[in-house]
């Protein structure tokens, strides 16, 4: 059975690459294999506690601040209590922190990382007659379309137009409105357990507040583009193209969130809730996710059998490379033995913020564009929450009550590309054992004890992957779309380097075991 390599993925965070079995122009099986390990759990141990936001912020550049968020709320349960919340006035400020960070992230994979596999957005498109353009994008080239559908086609020079006008701008905005709380971007070191060392004055507020509502507008304009006018031009015009990124890319169909952002101005309820489902759209009613039933497996991952287990109770991970039947630096996260799908879909779906297209209850396009609708809702969000601040001004953002104390805490949070935790033991007054189970370990996840397949691996089954005569190559588009749909991070995936300092290398894609 041929077989196809995709190595690197790119326009994605970190070194994954994909294997594909393909039958009669379809994937019939697919591995995805993380290619990078650094042992970041293993270097907090032995050190203050306090250490280990500072070095896990250092996990990922994309989502730095959510790890320093999740490993300090790991170390407030542990050493104040599950009940425990800093003063309201440092929740508000985390909350602005990593609300913005999910605006300019989203919008980032929106506009540069995956907009591109489909001239979507009509933002770098052709013009194609019956669409229309929005007012605040480049110039239409002028060039002859190539195919009947140029809207789908990218038009590069204007989508380099494109990203010095719009795209570069807003992701400034963003980076500037966080830094004013956030002191530098990426890995703030304004959040520590205990509050924040930040007390914002009215005027950096305001600034804040300006920021984020130009960037807001941008992503209505974006919304309002896709929804008013791209979906329903491609609906009337390229059904085609409706039913094939509405029918592929479908996945596990179970969805796991925490929930995130408590709010202290309505009992600290947890501005998007979290719960798990099983089998969507058969069941669309979330359960409570109970910590104690997720647990990392490892028989298909480069790590000792023993490196797996229940979160809390795992050894440090011991890499073991080539291990038989193993294919990946990833772990195999399952919640009660099930892989679970993770991200804004799963939140969307979870809180009932977004309805699917595909009569499958989850697709390509359902992914990417339940992305776009929490990009919306956090854009809302960060400016109401702005405002609630500037009406609490001056008020505590720092728990003196805060100690360091022996005792094992939990941390959760829903960064962009979903569900995160952080578990720490604490003992006398160090960092006794640490965990991070991931988003992206959870939606590139390798294949577990049972023989299930990855939320990614699962996705890229069926999907079309035409061999051309001419070329002699397989055209791996839509597999592409697929896997970039999740808005993989492996950095954040595999949390390279040898006790020794010395990095190691895996230049060659492994062969499938
Ligand atoms: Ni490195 Fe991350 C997010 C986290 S992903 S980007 O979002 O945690 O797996
Ligand atoms: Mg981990």
Known sequence: MPEVTIDPMTRIE?????????????????????????????????RDPRDAPIILSRICGVCHGVHRQTSILAIEHACMGKDYHPPDNAVRIRNIIEGIQEV?????????????????????????????????????????????????????????????????PAQKLGHEALAIFAGKVPHHMTALPGGVTVNPSPADVA??????????????????YVWNDFIPHLIEEHPDVVELVSSIGVGVRN????????????????FLDGGVIFNYPVNKTPERVDLEEIEEQVKHSWYTDASGGKVARQPPPEPRYRKEGAYSWMKAPRYRGEPCEVGPLARML?????????????????????????????????????LELARNLGKPVYDDRFKIRDGEGFGTWEPPRG??????????????????VVPTTWNASPRDAQGRRGPIEEALINAPIPYDKETGHYDVINAVRIVRSFDPCLACAIHLMTPSGRVQR????????
């Open 207 to 224: 600034l804040a507040y300006v920021k984020m509502k130009e960037l807001k507008g941008i992503v209505y304009d974006i919304y309002d």
């Open 506 to 513: 895996v230049s060659v894609t492994p062969s499938l075991p």
């Open 104 to 168: 300019w992230d989203h919008a980032a994979h929106l506009t540069v990382l995956c907009g591109p596999d489909f001239a979507v957005y009509g933002l770098a498109g052709k013009s194609c007659p019956g669409l229309r353009q929005p007012d605040w994008a480049p110039p239409v080239s002028r060039k002859t379309p190539s195919t009947k559908a140029p809207c789908l086609e990218l038009d590069i020079d204007r989508y380099y137009q494109l990203l010095h006008k719009v795209i570069l």
């Open 350 to 386: 979870i809180n009932r913020k977004y309805t699917p297209i595909s009569k499958y209850g989850a697709s390509l396009v359902d992914r990417i564009l339940a992305r776009l609708e929490e990009t919306k809702l956090y854009a809302d969000a960060v400016l109401d929450w702005l």
């Open 255 to 270: 969805f796991l969130a925490y929930g995130v952002c408590p709010d202290p101005d309505n009992n600290y309820r947890n």
């Open 14 to 46: 970190g070194h994954l690459a994909i294997k594909l079995k393909v039958e009669e122009g379809r994937v019939v099986d697919a591995y995805s294999m993380g290619m990078l390990w650094r042992g970041l759990e293993r270097i907090v141990l032995g």
């Open 419 to 436: 569900a995160l935790l952080h578990y720490i033991r604490i003992r006398d007054g160090k960092t006794a054992a640490y965990q991070c």
